[in-house]
């Protein structure tokens, strides 16, 4: 299994004893990127937020650890955030 396998379907900022979704909460997937296949608990964001862009914390992008990757909604499917680059 490679790491894109063993990341599907996880949860980002889940504890790796415990990575998969949980009832009751609310979740859009990331597309593409280094977080690719993971999936964000966007469980109480508003409608508003949901439309924004999030710059989520990762060691594995362009820049390490300490660096930040970009996701945006995709506006054909809410329920996936697109990869937009990473930053420092």
């Given at each position: 299994m490679d790491e894109q396998q063993f990341m599907r379907g996880?949860?980002?900022g889940a504890d790796h004893d415990d990575p998969g979704p949980r009832d009751?909460?609310?979740?859009?997937e990331l597309v593409a990127g280094p977080l690719d296949g993971l999936l964000l608990d966007?469980?109480?964001w508003t409608r508003q937020a949901?439309?924004?862009?999030?710059?989520?914390?990762?060691?594995?992008?362009?820049?390490?650890p300490g660096g930040r990757t970009?996701?945006?909604?995709?506006?054909?499917?809410p329920e996936r955030?697109?990869?937009?680059?990473?930053?420092?």
């Open positions: 996880r949860v980002y009751g909460h609310t979740y859009v966007v469980t109480g949901r439309r924004e862009s999030v710059a989520l914390v990762t060691e594995i992008g362009r820049y390490g970009l996701y945006a909604p995709r506006p054909t499917d955030f697109d990869w937009r680059g990473d930053v420092p």
